[in-house]
């Protein structure tokens, strides 16, 4: 198996982190995205869509979405789990995952795309849009402290998947989207140091 | 167990067209968006983000988020297979459903948000931002109408939970004028066959 890969972009390391966590090591490439690589003729034959990261299975097939690519590790690799065990757990994470991408990564993307220096000239940004969603991102974080309350993880008593999207969009947010991680927002700090000194954070 | 949902918004109608392929009947209770009932502290406690729909379980667990709910009656009914079979399929059907979200679902509901007076006053519309979803929405279609090309279904030779996000994301476009072209005849082909399942009409 080989990963498509790009080092700078907040998806691949969501697959990176989820590899590094299951113990795995697979082949890598980078596919550089800031010099439009990834929408080559030869990157689109394995991927129309043009996003990353893409998994190359070994009969040759590829993969992609973060979440089908750890879907298909989680399938072949039970152990640790980080999807789910029982229909009910399973849904519970599924929730958390999705929560942390709608109301997170989502706003945080938003607010990248439409203020970082990266995007201009590539996509009609809107600065006000951006700085809406920004802000939104912001106020999201308020509301992930109070759920995470006194939870050591995301989804619960254990490290899942939900906990590597919301770190991945946190990060995101505050490298590259102006975010900020409000020390006084205790729970979300506890957890944002507990779930970044796991040495997967490092992939 | 129950489900909080609203007869006429897409992803409550996501959760119902699943039960019906599954052949699952659950009690529904109905939360008006439109009166705002989903904002109220009541139906907050329920779900925190106040999105419908929400399967309340017997334990009185509450399970928010589609394509969770649909994970779950997956997993305690797994015919007929409607997320995968085996390793690789259940990844597949993932890839696709995602991408159904993504490039057609999350654009008509783009479209929708930021033109239609139903959320006039109340988010923040950007009109020409609503136009891009639907340029993209459109350009999308173009793309999918060509995958269609080769395959009955939206993942491969059968009907999956990525069928159903495709099918209410394109029925959702009617609501900012988003159809299906004349000339787009695999698109077309498959939106008759799915529409006339009799899961359609939940």
Not at chain 1, 61 to 72: G, H, M, N, P, Q
Not at chain 1, 135 to 159: C, H, N, Y
Not at chain 2, 4 to 24: C, D, H, M, S
């Amino acid at each position: 198996m080989k990963l498509y890969d790009f080092a700078l972009a907040p998806n691949p390391r969501r697959a990176r982190i989820f590899i590094a966590e299951k113990g795995l090591k697979l082949d890598n490439e980078q596919v550089n995205i800031l010099e439009g690589k990834n929408r080559t003729p030869e990157f689109l034959a394995k991927n129309p869509a043009g996003g990353l990261p893409v998994l190359q299975l070994d009969d040759g097939s590829y993969l992609a979405e973060s979440v089908a690519i750890c879907r298909y590790l989680e399938s072949l690799h039970p152990e640790p789990n980080l999807m789910g065990k029982s229909a009910r757990e399973q849904a519970e994470i599924e929730m958390w995952n999705r929560r942390m991408e709608l109301n997170l990564f989502g706003p945080v993307s938003r607010a990248f795309q439409n203020t970082n220096e990266l995007f201009k000239g590539r996509i009609k940004q809107f600065a006000d849009y951006g700085a809406a969603q920004r802000e939104t991102s912001q106020s999201q974080m308020q509301w992930l402290d109070a759920q995470i309350g006194s939870k050591p993880f995301i989804a619960g008593d254990r490290f899942t998947i939900a906990d590597i999207t919301a770190l991945v969009a946190i990060d995101f947010g505050t490298q590259m989207a102006g975010l900020k991680l409000d020390p006084a927002l205790k729970n979300l700090g506890r957890w944002h140091q507990a779930v970044s000194s796991r040495p997967s954070a490092k992939a | 167990m129950k489900i909080y949902e609203f007869t006429q918004a897409p992803n409550p109608r996501r959760v119902r067209v699943f039960l019906a392929e599954k052949g699952i009947t659950v009690p529904l209770v109905q939360v008006n968006i439109a009166a705002g009932d989903n904002r109220k502290p009541e139906f907050l406690k329920i779900n925190p983000m106040g999105g419908l729909p929400v399967l309340e379980l017997d334990d009185g667990t509450h399970i928010a988020e589609s394509v969770a709910i649909c994970r779950y009656f997956e997993e305690t009914k797994p015919n007929p297979p409607l997320f995968g079979t085996d390793a690789k399929d259940k990844a597949v059907v993932e890839m696709w459903n995602r991408r159904m979200e993504i490039e057609i679902l999350s654009m008509t509901a783009g479209a929708f948000r930021n033109t239609s007076d139903f959320f006039k006053g109340r988010i923040p519309q950007v009109k020409e931002y609503g136009e891009i979803c639907r340029n993209a929405a459109l350009k999308r279609m173009e793309w999918l109408d060509t995958v269609l090309a080769d395959r009955e279904f939206i993942a491969g030779p059968r009907y999956t939970i990525a069928d159903i996000t495709a099918l209410i994301g394109i029925d959702f476009g009617r609501t900012t004028g988003i159809k299906i072209l004349e000339n787009q005849k695999n698109l077309a082909r498959w939106h008759q066959a799915v529409s006339s399942r009799p899961s359609a009409k939940a």
